[in-house]
Structure formats: structure tokens, C-alpha cells
């Protein structure tokens, strides 16, 4: 029986999760694992209130019955458990491929820890495999994708069938084929220059732990510099 490594990572970071916390549900295929352990916790009595990244995964966590608040209720948050599209070993990482990258940002940064679920094939030594979603307004989209053709990249809007690909906040979103991002940082500062630009799917100094999934059924975790 092949092993889900997805679920393995993400089932491990839901142990992290204690009585009493307002937790951040990440979006995507990875995350989907921790909110369906974090509903079975919840449905034995653990006592949390959840904040969700995406419409998905409200969905998914009011059906297992996960009281959810709105981001404006709380403060803050404890933990967030967010999968990633690549992550590097000092926890950078490429988000975005799930559209989410906005809000998801939004509850990571606001949150006291933010734990990355992957499996292994997300581990990377350098970013820029996987293209960097950006999200950008609609209004003048053309200039704004020619503006991050400029950073060196092939940018594409995102279709979904025939239409293109609409974010949960009602913007587009930019791909963008870097194949290697060099300095991320850097990067990360020309994309917030652009006017036109919402958010990027780079983040940075935000993941506190990563846990990865390996195929042979083992888990790594690899603790960030920000790490508590
Ligand atoms: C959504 C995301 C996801 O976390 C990322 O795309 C990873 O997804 P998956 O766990 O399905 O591979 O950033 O916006």
C-alpha cells in the first residue's frame, strides 16, 4: 500500500494544534489533510475557532462542523497550517498554485506560527521551478503582465477552461516562469513596485516549521530561523 504523504505532513502538523487556539486553515490539496484530521479533533472535543484561506476550505471545515470566525473578529491567530508549491531549506517558499496566495498571506503573517505541510517534491535548493503566481487587478492587466515580463520571466494569465481564472477576492492571476529565482527578497520587492500588483506568491520569513513527507512513509521537519 502506497503511502499518502500529503496526509502523513499534514496529519503531523495537526498535532501542534491545542485547546483553545485560533488556528489558520491553508488551501490546496496538502491542507485539505490537516483540516479533515483537525475536524475529526474537533469532533472529540478540542476546542478551537478557525480563520479559512479560501471559500474551499470553509467549505470544507463548516461540513466537519470547525467553528469558524471572520478574519475581522480576531486579533490574531497561534498557528496556521498552509501547504506550499516549493519551499526552499531556509522555509522560502512559492504559494499560489491553489489561487489562495492573498488571504493566505494574510492569516500567515498574522499568525504566531505558520506550519508548511508538503510532500517531498516540493523541497527544492532553489525557487523558480514551479512559475510564481502573482495576483494582480484586473484593470490594465495587460501593462501589468508586460511589468513582470520586465523581472525576467514569462508571465501568462491563469485560465480555468475557457475563462480566465478569477481569485476568491475577484482578481486575476499572473504565472510567471522565472525556471530560477536567485535572490528571492529582491525579487519580492520589484514585484510589491508594481502598481497593478495585488500580492506574490513569495513568502518570506513567514514559515516557522516545515513538515515534509517522504515517499518511504518517514516525515522531516526542518525548523525556520523565525522558529519560537
Ligand atoms: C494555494 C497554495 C497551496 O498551498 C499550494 O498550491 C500547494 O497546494 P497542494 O497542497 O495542493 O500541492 O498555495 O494557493
Known sequence: MSVNVKQLAAEKAVEYVEDGMKVG???????????????????????????????????????????????????????TIDGADELD??????????????????????????????DESKAVETLGKFPLPVEIIPFAWEWTLAQLNKLGCSAALRRSGDDLYKTDNGNYIADCRFDTITSAPELALSLQSIPGVVEHGLFIGIADMAIIGKNDGSIEIVEGENHL
Open 89 to 118: 531549506s531556509r522555509l522560502q517558499l512559492i504559494k499560489g498554485g491553489g489561487g489562495a496566495l492573498l488571504r493566505e498571506k494574510i492569516v500567515a503573517v498574522n499568525s504566531t506560527r505558520m506550519i508548511v505541510v508538503a
Open 25 to 79: 486553515l491553508g488551501t490546496g490539496s496538502t491542507a485539505y489533510w490537516a483540516i479533515r484530521k483537525l475536524g475529526e479533533r474537533v469532533q472529540q472535543g478540542l476546542k478551537i475557532t478557525a480563520v479559512a484561506t479560501s471559500r474551499a476550505s470553509e467549505e470544507q471545515a463548516r461540513e466537519l462542523g470547525i467553528p469558524l470566525v471572520a478574519f475581522g473578529d480576531i486579533d490574531s491567530l497561534d498557528l
